[in-house]
């Protein structure tokens, strides 16, 4: 910054000359001491300036706009000054801001042109080595325009070189981004790609919606070209990774969900200090509900699960290691409510989340008793349980199958929603539901299910082409249910935004063509109470969104526990799946027969 200084005041000085000539102002005139004194505040002046408006203290980025005024405040501060100064120090001086604003004309472009051929040495193109791959960059926003340079400009990134670039802007159709041109949009990719002979397409978006990064890799599949994606901005905001760190696609990638927004301090706020329980602490949902609570340190996190491998993943992912000597595991089943009410009176949580549940569809449809015994009356001796200590907020896990259920799964977590709305209305306390469909990668997924049939070789099955579900990652599902825990009111279900439904077959199709093995994909048929596509609201449901966006609240009508109570287990599985229908409320008068008998 020393030498910037230096230079900045030689330039000053050669135009304070250069004025001085132009006007004649000291033809004939001796040196004197208030001249020396002059000259010398002509050296400290630029220096002084520019330290004040930033320039030599790292403040401004190189070639930037704010470098631009900081150097435009600078010499603006210094021919005020130096007019001011030689007026005070050579008296009768017949112009004095005349000279300074004529030595500012020469030395503001003198300054600016120092920086900007820095600026161009510094981002001149590396030669690339001879194995850079070629590609094509979709996008030429600030994203692609920064990945440009990075890649053509950093001695670091010399893998890929960029060829050519597309973007759907018309107006950008003339653009040149360091010499790469922007060539049309994405109808042109396979003419562009064949032109020149380009490897890679890389997808540099911002914030690039599931759609568009679907439509670009099934579009750069089909003209031989290699999808990738730049980091997304929590990626980067996380370290570890730059914009040219292109990688391939991800799953989470195709659904392009917007990031979370969440009110961290006022979650924070309320859950430090609390006794916290979740059930079915070892699953999916459960587990990283644990994690994300853990941070907020609660007084205590009690983790209960009838699996104790599950229990001792869950810690050991918390706290390093997993003795499971500590209180904070209680191994339980929600079904046994003797042993339920005795963790209740143990630890008298203060929050509960209820997160243990059977959710295999077609099991349950077969086994329709145990998704009675489980979803329905488990949750029933919980809510009870909850009252009896009186707990401050009850949290249930729901699923998008039961907005307009058509299975087991969805009537019996429908009856769910229902019974702790019912309890809302008895207890001085909040009941509430959280509704959202399917976690991507949890266990039994259809992700981890897909993968496991390529990775043994094939086939690949998928119920059928059109099949399409909501998904939602663990950490984003985990929370948008903490935001909804602090906004909801008793008696509600909160629905969580899902984005956009995803086929399954596309993401089928992705997994496959990440493989260099030749994999069918079969489709088998929709199974018994299957749907073709989820719904996140049922018929005649009304949603409102009055504190979060992603987070609609609906109203749930309550169900009475003497409804539910005097099922049957023994009965036969088509008669009990009409029962638990009815007491969903998706049922005939044969149903309503059935359950009043």
């Not at 924070?268 to 329980?277: D, L, T």
């Not at 009537?411 to 207890?427: D, I, N, P, V």
């Not at 409320?585 to 027969?593: I, L, M, N, P, T």
Request: glycine fraction near 10%; charged fraction near 20%; aromatic fraction near 6%.
């Amino acid at each position: 910054m020393a030498a910037e200084a230096g230079y900045d005041t030689a330039a000053w000085f050669g135009g304070v000359l250069s004025a001085i000539w132009l006007t004649r102002e000291l033809a004939g005139a001796g040196a004197t001491p208030a001249m020396w004194r002059a000259v010398i505040a002509m050296f400290l002046l630029p220096s002084g300036c520019g330290l004040l408006a930033g320039l030599y203290v790292g403040r401004y980025q190189r070639g930037s706009f704010d470098e631009v005024v900081g150097v435009c405040l600078a010499a603006g501060g210094t021919a005020l000054s130096l007019g001011v100064v030689d007026a005070l120090l050579v008296p009768g001086r017949r112009a004095p801001l005349l000279i300074a604003g004529s030595a500012a004309a020469f030395a503001l472009p003198a300054m600016l042109a120092a920086r900007y051929v820095l600026f161009a040495v510094r981002r001149r193109s590396r030669a690339l080595a001879s194995s850079a791959v070629k590609i094509i960059v979709f996008g030429a926003g600030a994203a692609g325009a920064q990945l440009v340079h990075r890649l053509l400009g950093q001695r670091e990134s010399r893998y890929y070189r960029p060829v050519a670039m597309l973007d759907d802007d018309p107006a950008k159709r003339r653009l040149r981004i360091r010499g790469v041109p922007v060539l049309g949009g994405r109808e042109r990719l396979a003419e562009v790609a064949a032109r020149t002979g380009a490897k890679v397409l890389v997808i540099a978006v911002a914030g690039a919606s599931g759609a568009l990064i679907r439509d670009l890799t099934a579009a750069a599949d089909s003209c031989g070209l290699t999808p990738k994606v730049i980091p997304s901005i929590n990626e980067l905001l996380g370290g570890g990774v730059c914009i040219d760190g292109v990688r391939d696609p991800r799953i989470s990638d195709l659904l392009g969900r917007r990031p979370v927004d969440i009110d961290v301090g006022a979650v924070a706020a309320h859950f430090a200090g609390k006794r916290i329980m979740v059930t079915g602490a070892g699953g999916s949902i459960g587990s990283e509900l644990c994690r994300q609570l853990h941070r907020f340190r609660p007084a205590e996190l009690i983790m209960l699960d009838r699996d104790e491998s599950a229990l001792h993943a869950v810690q050991l992912t918390l706290h390093g290691r997993a003795l499971l000597d500590s209180e904070e595991t209680a191994l339980a089943d929600i079904r046994d409510g003797r042993r339920v009410r005795q963790v209740f009176e143990r630890f008298r949580p203060q929050i509960v989340f209820h997160a243990a549940a059977l959710k295999h569809l077609p099991l349950l449809e077969q086994f329709p008793a145990e998704a009675l015994k489980t979803n329905v009356w488990g949750t029933l001796t919980l809510l009870e349980a909850a009252a009896e200590c009186g707990v401050e907020s009850f949290v249930n896990i729901s699923t998008d199958k039961a907005a307009n259920p058509t299975s087991v799964l969805g009537y019996s977590k429908r009856a769910a929603e229902r019974l702790t709305s019912h309890m809302a209305g008895q207890a001085a306390a909040t009941y509430l539901s959280v509704r959202f469909g399917n976690v991507l990668g949890s266990r039994g997924s259809v992700l981890t299910a897909l993968s496991a049939q390529i990775a043994a070789g094939g086939p690949v099955t998928v119920t059928h082409p059109e099949v399409s579900r909501y998904f939602m990652t663990a950490n984003e599902a985990v929370q948008l249910v903490l935001q909804a825990t602090v906004i909801g009111s008793g008696g509600e279900v909160l629905v969580l935004d899902m984005g956009e439904q995803v086929r399954i077959a596309d993401i089928a199709r992705r997994l496959v063509a990440n493989t260099t093995r030749d994999i069918d994909i079969v489709f088998t048929g929709l199974r018994p109470g299957e749907k073709l596509a989820e719904d996140l609201l049922g018929h005649g449901e009304i949603a409102q969104r009055p504190y979060h966006p992603l987070i609609q609240h609906v109203p749930v009508p309550p169900l009475p526990p003497d409804h539910i109570t005097g099922l049957d287990p023994d009965t036969s599985a088509d008669e009990l799946r009409l029962a638990i229908a009815a007491c969903a409320g998706f049922a005939g008068s044969e149903v309503d027969r059935l359950v009043t008998q």
